[in-house]
């Protein structure tokens, strides 16, 4: 449901860095070899299937006594009842607000100034009329905080009226970009920031500040009420229906297919359909897409099918319950078919939910997705079928939680493999389980230091290259 305003503003960026990524991807695939558990050649491998125990399947990578830090250091100053003001307004899907929302946190500190409540975004793909106090504890955002900035309900009636800066700040910028942009003071009283999305740079910040973007993010931004409660119920039903669960994000949805123009498995008539989606959406840049190149390079969502024959490859036994996170899955059960097939325990919130307790979350694509956040968080093992804005800030947050189970599907390893299985290259069952398993090893949310930049990449393509701060805060936020 929620194609990332950012992924739609770097479109144009999208095509150049598969470019560059090409020239590069030689090199970097020598040093992955080395770093990743030395696979040996995927068709000589003849070892037998091997049943991972209980623990295996399920318990959390061992996180080596680290925990959340996100106390400030003793250099720390708050800044406290400035009259100058910043508003926002919030762009995105939920979790790109959630994030965006957090950098502004840490902006409006930067910045000295009080930061209102931001507006959320109504206009945008999933048409949510939502407002921050539907969604967010407003209250408890801002006494959260307090010693951090002040945060104000709604700029103050005599400035409602004086002339604002808007300023759409430079994505990924630095401490200096927003220590230069209090120039404005001199001649505004109030800034309007028009994007939330991706404005603060992931590395090379103050610890301070990195740290406050995760007080924000992982304390204050608490879901409202309603929101909370249901979700805190429907993990409670999942957990008394089974002793555990897997959360699978299963990114098949219309509009992340039409976005990325995958449409293997599909008819031409459902490919016909997408396509022409994608070329009534004037911000979607690229329209002329291979669906084949998409799927190689692993840039595809995994379809029901393939996460499936993932999931059963892992060794995940047909019995295993699975709470789908997720909105519409396209094509519904013409498509989910292939893996109800695989595994018929699939839970999804309208048989989990009364119709009662959904009511009021019908038409509220932001609400709903809250829910599945929260269901995803407190899962035993989480699985993204795609890595987009929700699957990168469940991965992140479940590592600041302590490193809870996050299973990161190498889309384009399993693509070969499933390739190989289909041309009769690899035999099902003991060889694809063996290599699936092995090429997961460290791919299930272990502790790591979060990756900068590759290499040899220059400008805002660079800065796309490296893991988000949100999607692994450490070590900022997580210490020994
Ligand atoms: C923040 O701004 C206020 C005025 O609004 C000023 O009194 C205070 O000294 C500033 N603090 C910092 C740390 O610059
Ligand atoms: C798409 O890409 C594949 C693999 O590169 C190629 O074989 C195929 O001909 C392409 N299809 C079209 C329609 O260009």
């Known amino acids: 449901m929620y194609v990332s305003e950012s992924s739609r503003t770097t479109t144009p960026l999208f095509l150049l860095l598969r470019h560059v990524l090409a020239i590069i991807i030689r090199s970097e695939k020598r040093s ?27 318990d959390a ?13 003793v250099r720390y100053k708050a800044v406290q009842g400035s009259n100058r003001y910043i508003t926002v307004r919030s762009n995105g899907g939920l979790n790109q607000m959630r994030t965006g929302i957090s950098d502004m946190v840490a902006v409006a500190h930067i910045m000295n100034a009080t930061l209102v409540i931001p507006q ?6 999933w048409q949510d009329s939502s407002t921050f106090s539907d969604i967010f504890d407003d209250i408890h955002f801002i006494t959260t ?30 401490m200096g970009y927003y220590e230069e942009m209090t120039r404005l003071w001199k001649v505004y009283q109030v800034i309007h920031v028009a994007k939330s999305d991706s404005r603060l740079a992931n590395n090379d910040l103050p610890l301070d500040i990195q740290r406050l973007r995760c007080r924000a993010l992982y304390n204050a931004l608490r879901f409202s009420p309603p929101i909370e409660g249901l979700g805190k119920k429907l993990v409670e039903r999942l957990r008394s229906r089974g002793r555990r669960y897997i959360a699978l994000h299963l990114r098949y949805e219309k509009d992340i297919l039409s976005f990325t123009g995958c449409t293997y498995g599909l008819t031409d008539a459902e490919s016909e359909e997408l396509k022409i989606m994608r070329d009534n959406i004037n ?18 969502p995994l379809t029901p099918k393939e996460v499936g024959m993932f999931l059963q490859a892992l060794g995940y036994p047909p019995s295993t319950l699975i709470y789908i996170a997720a909105g519409e899955i396209y094509g519904g ?6 893996l109800t097939s695989r595994f018929p325990n699939l839970i999804f919130k309208e048989t989990l939910a009364t119709n009662e307790e959904l ?8 609400q709903t997705a809250a829910l599945d956040y929260i269901i995803s968080i407190e899962s035993d093992v989480f699985i993204p079928s795609y890595s987009g804005n929700m699957a990168k800030a469940v991965e992140g947050h479940r590592r600041f939680l302590g490193h809870r189970k996050t299973i990161n599907p190498d889309r384009k390893g399993l693509i070969t493999l499933f390739d190989q299985l289909e041309s009769g290259k690899l035999t099902k069952g003991s060889s694809l389980s063996n290599l699936v398993q092995q090429m997961h090893k460290n791919r299930q949310g272990a502790p790591r230091k979060r990756k900068g930049p590759l290499l040899g990449i220059k400008g805002r393509a660079r800065i796309q290259t490296e893991e988000s701060f949100y999607e692994n805060p450490y070590p900022e936020c997580i210490c020994s």
């Open 61 to 73: 990578p061992f996180s080596c006594g680290l925990h959340p830090c996100i106390r400030p250091t």
């Open 120 to 125: 959320l975004d109504k206009r945008s793909f």
């Open 145 to 174: 905080l307090r010693g951090d900035v002040r945060i104000v309900e709604e700029l103050p009636k005599g400035l409602e009226s004086v002339p604002r800066a808007r300023k759409h700040f430079t994505s990924w910028s630095s």
């Open 333 to 338: 059960n013409i498509h989910l078919s292939e």
């Open 32 to 58: 992955r070899n080395i770093l990743e558990d030395e696979q040996k050649p995927l068709i000589s491998l003849h070892a037998q299937y091997t049943k991972l125990p209980d623990d295996q399947l399920w």
């Open 283 to 300: 911000h979607w840049k690229v329209k002329k897409i291979n669906s084949t190149e998409q799927r190689i390079g692993g840039f595809c």
């Open 359 to 366: 009511k009021a979350f019908v038409n509220h694509a932001s």
